[in-house]
């Protein structure tokens, strides 16, 4: 059998169909809920697949990458609990969907373009995974500290009207995520003595607190309201809705297959800057973004699918993880005698091969599953808000004990709801905080390694950053992010947009 036969191995073989399909199916649920992780998920199977053929170990494994990526969706327009990072900015138009009635829609709607972003990820990985992989291996530690500058920056997106107060928001975010030890020198930074904070503060108990305990406490001024009544007779999306998105879907694919190549960055990242692009290029939405866009469902479900096959090409011919679930998986195949890296296409294609087929087969099963089922999960926002809130909070509960095995969590995710809370009732956005914790790992380390290799001088690390095309054009980005916020700008783009009177 020669290697690009293996394409279809999966297909053919009743084993790894099986395997494929349950991979996808259970992805999709781990992923849906709150404090179950899907790096969790891979990392467990590890010690399950030891004994393993190689081909039924990755079957289960990319079936569940893929699966959980998209599954976050369900939880974040149905509750506005991502379940997941990567569905934070789902939930910011898909929940305002599900409470005008049109939650059916919106997970249909979802589903169907993170179909077409997975779909993009993995033809990108299948045709032009080395030449991606020389354009990502060429960003510097100083690259990614701006890419993470410019994801900060881009929290605007996600804070409404006010820059100020998204900035604000992901700044105490990445405070939050300075808290535990120093990753280079191992010193307390934040602790104040407590043994329990020098791991940190988990950003999943912060999630679910300020997206799942402050949703539940905010809508209690609401019970008197009556559920909505959902609409799920349409859940497929007519094709002329998928002819006005998809030109939108291919361009943010494009981001999240470039993000989700860059090791150490993933489908949050990807979906972030996906959102910001489909506000700023959308000129007209049917609905403005933050109130049910269906443009703003379109952008980042359709960016963190596409990272999953990004995520994959450095794995593949590199040998270096473009997520953490990669990092596991680069485990896997270690453990299963394969080592990544630039031979594995020369030593063994039929992997790579195998692996893109495989990719392409879970993300067919993610599409069936996806669109199954949905008219039982729009029950969830039916239910009585006396019924419906309580369970919130006892899945919140379950969610962030499940992380650590550990009470403390439960208390900070309890804390962070209170503060979402008040967050919400005074107009501030809490996803820039959970972006922000995330990012202040990336930005923190990254800046550390750039000035330590200029030998901590600032004038050599500018003259670098100046002299390098990639930095140059990141820092020319950030600039400009900041100049388009600012109130000369507006009003000249108002004046330019504005239609002259006839006379």
Same mark, same amino acid.
């Given at each position: 059998?020669?290697?690009?036969?293996?394409?279809?191995?999966?297909?053919?073989?009743?084993?790894?169909?099986?395997?494929?399909?349950?991979?996808?199916?259970?992805?999709?649920?781990?992923?849906?809920?709150?404090?179950?992780?899907?790096?969790?998920?891979?990392?467990?199977?590890?010690?399950?697949?030891?004994?393993?053929?190689?081909?039924?170990?990755? @079957?289960? $494994?990319?079936?569940?990458?893929?699966?959980?990526?998209?599954?976050?969706?369900?939880?974040?327009?149905?509750?506005?609990?991502?379940?997941?990072?990567?569905?934070?900015?789902?939930?910011?138009?898909?929940?305002?969907?599900?409470?005008?009635?049109?939650?059916?829609?919106?997970? +249909?709607?979802?589903?169907?373009?993170?179909?077409?972003?997975?779909?993009?990820?993995?033809?990108?990985?299948?045709?032009? @995974?080395? @030449?991606?992989?020389?354009?990502?291996?060429?960003?510097?530690?100083?690259?990614?500290?701006?890419?993470?500058?410019?994801?900060?920056?881009?929290?605007?997106?996600?804070?409404?009207?006010?820059?100020?107060?998204?900035?604000?928001?992901?700044?105490?975010?990445?405070?939050?995520?300075?808290?535990?030890?120093?990753?280079?020198?191992?010193?307390?930074?934040?602790?104040?003595?407590?043994?329990?904070?020098?791991? +940190?503060?988990?950003?999943?108990?912060? $999630? *679910?607190?300020?997206?799942?305990?402050?949703?539940?406490?905010?809508?209690?001024?609401?019970?008197?309201?009556?559920?909505?009544?959902?609409?799920?007779?349409?859940?497929?999306?007519?094709?002329?809705?998928?002819?006005?998105?998809?030109?939108?879907?291919?361009?943010?694919?494009?981001?999240?297959?470039?993000?989700?190549?860059?090791?150490?960055?993933?489908?949050?990242? /990807?979906?972030?800057?996906?959102?910001?692009?489909?506000?700023?290029?959308?000129?007209? %939405?049917?609905?403005?973004?933050?109130?049910?866009?269906?443009?703003?469902?379109?952008?980042?479900?359709? @960016?963190?699918?596409?990272?999953?096959?990004?995520?994959?090409?450095?794995?593949?011919?590199?040998?270096?993880?473009?997520?953490?679930?990669?990092?596991?998986? *680069?485990?896997?195949?270690?453990?299963?005698?394969?080592? %990544?890296?630039?031979?594995?296409?020369?030593?063994?294609?039929?992997?790579?091969?195998?692996?893109?087929?495989?990719?392409?087969?879970?993300?067919?099963?993610?599409?069936?599953?996806?669109?199954?089922?949905?008219?039982?999960?729009?029950? #969830?926002?039916?239910?009585?808000?006396?019924?419906?809130?309580?369970?919130?909070?006892?899945?919140?509960?379950? +969610?962030?004990?499940?992380?650590?095995?550990?009470?403390?969590?439960?208390?900070?995710?309890?804390?962070?709801?209170?503060?979402?809370?008040?967050?919400?009732?005074?107009?501030?956005?809490?996803?820039?905080?959970?972006?922000? #914790?995330?990012?202040?790992?990336?930005?923190?380390?990254?800046?550390?390694? /750039?000035?330590?290799?200029?030998?901590?001088?600032? %004038?050599?690390?500018?003259?670098?950053?100046?002299?390098?095309?990639?930095?140059?054009?990141?820092?020319?980005?950030?600039?400009?992010?900041?100049?388009?916020?600012?109130?000369?700008?507006?009003?000249?783009?108002?004046?330019?947009?504005?239609?002259?009177?006839?006379?």
């Amino acid at each position: 059998m020669d290697a690009f036969s293996y394409l279809f191995a999966s297909w053919l073989q009743p084993e790894l169909l099986a395997l494929t399909a349950l991979g996808t199916f259970a992805g999709i649920y781990i992923g849906a809920i709150p404090g179950l992780s899907v790096t969790m998920a891979v990392s467990i199977l590890i010690s399950f697949t030891f004994s393993w053929e190689v081909n039924h170990a990755l @079957a289960l $494994m990319n079936g569940i990458f893929m699966g959980g990526v998209y599954g976050g969706s369900r939880t974040a327009i149905l509750l506005n609990i991502p379940g997941a990072p990567a569905a934070i900015a789902t939930a910011i138009d898909g929940y305002p969907m599900a409470k005008k009635g049109e939650a059916g829609n919106a997970i +249909g709607l979802s589903t169907v373009m993170s179909f077409f972003g997975g779909f993009i990820g993995i033809a990108v990985l299948a045709v032009a @995974a080395p @030449a991606v992989s020389e354009f990502a291996i060429k960003f510097q530690p100083r690259d990614y500290m701006l890419l993470a500058m410019m994801g900060i920056l881009l929290v605007g997106a996600l804070s409404g009207e006010s820059l100020a107060k998204g900035i604000f928001a992901g700044a105490f975010g990445m405070l939050l995520g300075t808290v535990g030890l120093d990753p280079m020198t191992a010193e307390q930074r934040f602790t104040f003595g407590s043994v329990e904070l020098m791991n +940190g503060i988990s950003s999943i108990a912060l $999630m *679910i607190g300020l997206f799942g305990v402050s949703e539940a406490l905010l809508q209690l001024h609401t019970l008197h309201i009556p559920a909505i009544k959902q609409r799920v007779d349409k859940i497929i999306p007519s094709l002329a809705d998928l002819k006005k998105y998809l030109p939108l879907s291919l361009q943010t694919s494009a981001i999240g297959v470039i993000i989700g190549a860059l090791p150490g960055t993933g489908g949050d990242i /990807a979906a972030l800057m996906a959102y910001d692009h489909a506000k700023r290029v959308t000129k007209n %939405p049917e609905v403005p973004f933050g109130q049910g866009a269906k443009e703003g469902l379109v952008g980042p479900e359709s @960016a963190n699918n596409a990272a999953v096959g990004g995520a994959y090409i450095p794995m593949l011919t590199l040998g270096i993880p473009g997520d953490a679930v990669t990092a596991v998986i *680069i485990g896997a195949l270690f453990i299963h005698g394969l080592n %990544p890296g630039p031979l594995l296409l020369i030593e063994k294609p039929d992997m790579f091969w195998f692996t893109v087929g495989n990719l392409t087969l879970a993300n067919f099963f993610m599409l069936i599953f996806g669109l199954t089922g949905i008219k039982i999960f729009t029950r #969830i926002i039916e239910c009585p808000k006396s019924v419906l809130f309580p369970l919130i909070l006892l899945l919140s509960v379950v +969610g962030a004990y499940s992380i650590n095995n550990s009470v403390s969590d439960v208390w900070w995710m309890l804390g962070f709801g209170v503060l979402g809370y008040f967050m919400k009732l005074y107009g501030y956005q809490v996803g820039p905080i959970v972006l922000g #914790i995330i990012l202040s790992r990336l930005m923190d380390d990254n800046w550390r390694r /750039a000035i330590i290799s200029e030998r901590e001088s600032l %004038p050599a690390f500018f003259t670098g950053m100046l002299s390098s095309p990639l930095s140059a054009t990141l820092f020319v980005a950030i600039v400009l992010i900041l100049l388009g916020q600012t109130p000369l700008w507006k009003r000249f783009k108002a004046r330019g947009l504005a239609v002259p009177e006839k006379s």
